[in-house]
C-alpha cells in the first residue's frame, strides 16, 4: 500500500474500527502495513483511554497534527493543507479572493462597532464610497457590535458576484446611519508598491524616492503575514512599474525586497528575467540529482543599458526563498548590489499534491534544492560541513546595514502606512485625513521605544541611495 494512501485515516467516523478490522483480516505485514497500524494502535489507544471523548472535529484536528508533527520534522517547510486551508493558499498565490475591499480596524471604543480602517483602492467599497473610518453597524440583517473582525470578515467574503449589504455610520453624513450594497469582485492582492501613493489616483504609486537624480523605488512584499511575496501577479506588475519609471527617465533603481517570505519559484525566476539580458537564474536538483538550469532570456530585458542604470536589491534577514533567488541571480550576474543584511537561507522549493479521494486536502512537500548561479549552496540547513558559512545572500563589500530590533519595528509599521487610504479623491476631497501615526510601543520598563517626534531613518534605505547617487552622477 503506497505511503500517499495514508489519506483515507482523515476519513475519522468509524476509522478506529476499520483500522482494527484492518489489523487482524491483512495479510503479512510488509513495511507500509506495519507503519499504517502503528498510527491506527496509537489512535485506538486515544480512543479507548484518553480523559476525555474526543469530538469529530478533535479527531480531525489530531490526525492533520500529526500529520503536520511528522511533515515538520522532515523538513519545516513542508505541510499538511485541509480544504480551508488549502483554498487560502491556492489564493494567495493566485493573488486574488473574492470579497469588497475593505480593510477593517478594530472595534471602535464607544459604540462597540468595527471601524473601517480604509477600502483599497479599485475595490467595491472603495469604488461604493466607503470611507477611512466609517462604522459597520450590520452586515446584512446581522448585527456586528462586539463582533471580531475576522468574525466579521468571514461573513463579508464572499462568491464573486454575489451581494452584500453593509450598513455604515458616518460623522457629519446625513443620515448618520445609512446601507450600502456591494457586489463582491475578485480583490487583487498586489505585492508591488512604491514610495507614496498618487493623490489624483490612490490606484497608482509614485515611483521615484530621489526624483532629481532619477532614483526609483520598487518595494515587492507581502500583502500580510504568511502571504505569498511572489504571487501569479508580481512579475507583471514589476514589469509594469518599470515601464513607468524608464518612460519618466529612470537613472537607478532599489529592489526593496526586505522581509518578503518568498512564494511561486515561477514568479522569482519571471522577475529576475526583467533585468538579465543572460546568464543563470536558478538551478534546481531533485532527489535522484536531476537538474534544472533556467536561464536569461534577452527579449524581455528591461533598464537598460545596464552600465548606465545601475540597481541595488535591499535585503534583510526575512527576505526567503524566491527573494533570495532574485538577490543571488542579480548579484552573482553583476546586475545589482545588494544592501542590508543576510538573508534567510531558505534553499529548498516545494511543490502541491492534492489528496484522494476528493483532491481538496494537499501536502506542500519539499521536493527540490535551489542553487545560486555561482553553483553556491543556499540554504542554512544544508550548509556544506566544510564551508559552514556559505549560505544565503550576503550583502556586497561595505554595503552591510544590521539594524536593531527597535528599527525593524518602525520600518514593519511605516510600510503599513503606506496600505492607507482614506476614499476616493473626488469624496475626500482636497485634504483627506492623514493615514493614523506610527505610535511607538513600549518597552517593559514602559517608556517608548523610540521618539516619535523625529521622523523615521531608514538607514539600510539611505545607504542605498548613498550608492546609487555616486553611481547616476558618476557611471
Known amino acids: 500500500m503506497p505511503l500517499r494512501n495514508l489519506a483515507w485515516l482523515l476519513i475519522i467516523p468509524g476509522l478506529v474500527a476499520l483500522g482494527l478490522t484492518i489489523s487482524y483480516c491483512a495479510p503479512g505485514p510488509d513495511k507500509d502495513y506495519r507503519r499504517v497500524r502503528q498510527l491506527v494502535e496509537v489512535m485506538a489507544e486515544v480512543d479507548a483511554n484518553f480523559v476525555r471523548e474526543l469530538s469529530d472535529d478533535d479527531w480531525q484536528k489530531f490526525v492533520e497534527d500529526m500529520i503536520n508533527g511528522g511533515l515538520h520534522k522532515l523538513d519545516p517547510h513542508s505541510e499538511y493543507f485541509n480544504e480551508q486551508q488549502l483554498q487560502q493558499f491556492?489564493?494567495?498565490?493566485?493573488?486574488?479572493?473574492?470579497?469588497?475591499?475593505?480593510?477593517?480596524?478594530?472595534?471602535?471604543?464607544?459604540?462597540?462597532?468595527?471601524?473601517?480602517?480604509?477600502?483599497?483602492?479599485?475595490?467595491?467599497?472603495?469604488?461604493?464610497?466607503?470611507?477611512?473610518g466609517d462604522l459597520i453597524t450590520r452586515v446584512g440583517d446581522e448585527s456586528v457590535a462586539n463582533m471580531t473582525p475576522a468574525e466579521a470578515r468571514d461573513k463579508i467574503v464572499g462568491e464573486v458576484g454575489t451581494t452584500v449589504t453593509l450598513t455604515l455610520r458616518r460623522e457629519g453624513h446625513q443620515p448618520p446611519e445609512f446601507p450600502v450594497t456591494l457586489t463582491r469582485g475578485k480583490i487583487a492582492i498586489h505585492t508591488v508598491s512604491g514610495v507614496s501613493r498618487r493623490t489624483d489616483d490612490p490606484?497608482?504609486?509614485?515611483?521615484?524616492?530621489?526624483?532629481?537624480?532619477?532614483?526609483?523605488?520598487?518595494?515587492?512584499?507581502?500583502?500580510?503575514?504568511?502571504?505569498?511575496?511572489?504571487?501569479?501577479?508580481?512579475?507583471?506588475?514589476?514589469?509594469?512599474?518599470?515601464?513607468?519609471?524608464?518612460?519618466?527617465?529612470?537613472?537607478?533603481?532599489?529592489?526593496?525586497?526586505?522581509?518578503?517570505?518568498?512564494?511561486?519559484?515561477?514568479?522569482?525566476?519571471?522577475?529576475?528575467?526583467?533585468?538579465l539580458d543572460s546568464g543563470k537564474i536558478v538551478t534546481t536538483v531533485d532527489r535522484r540529482g536531476g537538474t534544472k538550469t533556467y536561464t536569461a532570456d534577452r527579449s524581455g530585458t528591461l533598464f537598460q543599458p545596464a552600465h548606465q542604470k545601475p540597481i541595488v536589491v535591499l535585503v534583510n534577514g526575512s527576505s526567503a526563498s524566491a527573494s533570495e533567488i532574485v538577490a543571488a541571480a542579480l548579484q552573482d550576474n553583476g546586475r545589482a548590489v545588494v544592501v542590508g543584511e543576510r538573508t534567510y537561507g531558505k534553499g529548498s522549493v516545494q511543490s502541491l499534491f492534492r489528496l484522494a479521494p476528493d483532491q481538496r486536502s494537499a501536502i506542500k512537500l519539499t521536493t527540490q534544492t535551489w542553487w545560486r548561479p555561482n553553483g553556491k549552496n543556499m540554504d542554512k540547513l544544508a550548509a556544506p560541513k566544510d564551508r559552514p558559512d556559505e549560505w544565503g545572500v550576503t550583502p556586497n563589500a561595505g554595503l552591510q546595514v544590521p539594524v536593531s530590533d527597535e528599527e525593524l519595528l518602525r520600518y514593519r509599521l511605516e510600510l503599513d502606512r503606506l496600505k492607507y487610504v482614506a476614499g476616493r479623491p473626488d469624496l475626500v476631497g482636497p485634504n483627506p485625513p492623514p493615514a493614523p501615526p506610527v505610535v511607538a510601543p513600549k518597552d517593559k520598563d514602559g517608556k517608548p521605544l523610540w521618539d516619535d517626534t523625529k521622523p523615521f531613518e531608514d538607514r539600510p534605505l539611505i545607504r542605498s541611495l548613498e550608492y546609487l547617487r555616486k553611481q547616476v552622477i558618476a557611471p
Open 90 to 132: 491556492e489564493l494567495d498565490n493566485e493573488g486574488g479572493y473574492g470579497g469588497v475591499g475593505i480593510q477593517l480596524g478594530g472595534l471602535d471604543e464607544k459604540t462597540r462597532f468595527l471601524k473601517v480602517a480604509f477600502p483599497m483602492p479599485g475595490t467595491p467599497a472603495y469604488e461604493a464610497g466607503v470611507l477611512a
Open 203 to 275: 490606484n497608482r504609486w509614485n515611483w521615484f524616492i530621489d526624483p532629481q537624480h532619477k532614483i526609483a523605488l520598487i518595494r515587492i512584499h507581502s500583502h500580510r503575514t504568511g502571504d505569498s511575496g511572489f504571487n501569479e501577479q508580481t512579475a507583471k506588475e514589476v514589469k509594469a512599474a518599470l515601464e513607468e519609471i524608464e518612460a519618466a527617465g529612470g537613472k537607478g533603481l532599489i529592489i526593496d525586497l526586505r522581509d518578503n517570505p518568498g512564494g511561486l519559484l515561477s514568479q522569482a525566476i519571471a522577475v529576475a528575467n526583467l533585468f
